[in-house]
C-alpha cells in the first residue's frame, strides 16, 4: 500500500513564475491538506480539499490555490512567486485527526 | 486562537534521557500529537494523547496534563538517528493540525 506521495521533489523557479505540486493521498483517503514548511518553522497549513472542495483555508494569500480530482488526488498552485514561497510543500491525507505526511516537495524560488 | 510552544533546541548524549516540553492554547481540545521529522523529510507520526497521563511506546512516551495546557516527549536511551526535530500539534475542529515550531534535538556521542 503505498503512503502519500508527492511530485516533484525538488523545483527550481524564478520570481513571478507559477508553480504546481502534486499529491496522490493514501489509498483509501479522500481527505488532502497541504502545509507550507520555511526552514527551522513547522508546518504552516494553507488548506484543505474534500469532495472536490476547499473545506478549509489557512492564512495565505489567493496566489495559493487547490484542487482536488475525482480520485481525491490534489494540486497545489501557487502564482507569482515570491522568493518567501521558497519552503518544503508538505501534502497530508488522514482520516479525522490522524494525518499522514508525504515525503513533501522542496521549492526554492529565486 | 490557538498556540503551541516548545523549545527551539536541546541536546543530549547518546544513551540519556531527554525530555521535550510543550504547552498549548487551544479553543477546544481534540488531542496533541508528536511528529519526528529528519532533515528535509516529512514528519513522521510519534504519538496522539487524547487523555491524561502517560503513554508509552518503546522508547517514546508521551505525557498529557489537558488542565495545565501541557505535553512532553520523553525518549530514552538516545541513539544518534534520534538527532531531529520533533514537532508538536493540535488538531483544529475541522482536521487541521496546528503546529508548534518544533524542537531540534542533537544528540551527541
Known amino acids: 500500500d503505498a503512503g502519500v506521495t508527492q511530485s516533484p521533489t525538488h523545483l527550481i523557479k524564478t520570481r513571478g513564475q507559477q508553480v504546481t505540486l502534486r499529491c496522490s493521498p493514501k489509498?483509501?483517503?479522500?481527505?488532502v491538506s497541504w502545509y507550507q514548511q520555511a526552514l527551522g518553522q513547522g508546518p504552516q497549513f494553507i488548506f484543505q480539499y474534500y469532495e472536490e472542495e476547499e473545506r478549509q483555508r489557512g492564512n495565505f494569500p489567493d496566489r495559493f490555490s487547490g484542487h482536488q480530482f475525482p480520485n481525491y488526488s490534489s494540486e497545489l498552485n501557487v502564482n507569482a512567486l515570491l522568493l518567501g514561497d521558497s519552503a518544503l510543500y508538505l501534502c497530508a491525507s488522514g482520516v479525522s485527526y490522524e494525518q499522514y505526511f508525504g515525503p513533501g516537495t522542496r521549492l526554492t524560488v529565486t | 486562537g490557538q498556540n503551541i510552544d516548545q523549545p527551539t533546541e536541546m541536546t543530549a548524549t547518546e544513551g540519556a534521557i531527554v525530555q521535550i516540553n510543550c504547552t498549548y492554547q487551544?479553543?477546544?481540545?481534540?488531542?496533541l500529537f508528536w511528529y519526528q521529522q529528519h532533515a528535509g523529510e516529512a514528519p513522521t507520526f510519534l504519538s496522539y494523547?487524547?487523555?491524561?497521563g502517560l503513554e508509552e511506546k518503546g522508547r517514546f512516551s508521551s505525557f498529557l496534563s489537558r488542565s495545565k495546557g501541557y505535553s512532553y516527549l520523553l525518549l530514552k536511551e538516545l541513539q544518534m538517528k534520534d538527532s531531529a526535530s520533533y514537532l508538536c500539534a493540535v488538531p483544529s475542529d475541522t482536521d487541521k493540525l496546528i503546529f508548534g515550531t518544533g524542537t531540534r534535538l542533537q544528540v551527541f556521542p
Open positions: 494523547n487524547v487523555l491524561d
Open positions: 487551544t479553543s477546544g481540545f481534540n488531542g
Open positions: 489509498s483509501g483517503h479522500d481527505t
